[in-house]
């Protein structure tokens, strides 16, 4: 994550490769939710989270479920969708039934 203050003092150079990055993962995510099927959703492991990143004001527990770990991203389903987070923004564990 980037402060505003950082944020604001970036290159032109780096301004274009933040874009390019997160046009990719862009692409990245919204072809793996046209892909998925409603069986795989119904395997994925129930978990509780927090994480500065989706939640920067509160640090609270939330539920959702795991949708995979892969290329340096943690995927998860919450109740608005689909988050890919790096996994320094993240703590989960598997919900306990």
């Not at 939710?33 to 119904?42: L, T």
Request: hydrophobic share 40%.
């Amino acid at each position: 994550m980037y402060t505003l203050d950082e944020l604001s003092a970036f290159s032109e150079t780096k301004t274009s490769k933040l874009q390019i990055a997160s046009v990719a993962a862009y692409k990245a995510l919204l072809t793996y939710i046209a892909g998925e099927k409603d069986e795989a959703i119904a395997q994925e492991r129930k978990i509780t989270y927090s994480s500065p990143y989706i939640s920067p004001r509160f640090d609270f527990e939330m539920m959702g479920s795991l949708v995979m770990e892969k290329a340096g991203r943690v995927w998860i389903r919450t109740v608005t969708g689909v988050i890919a987070v790096d996994p320094s923004d993240i703590k989960y564990q598997v919900a306990k039934n």
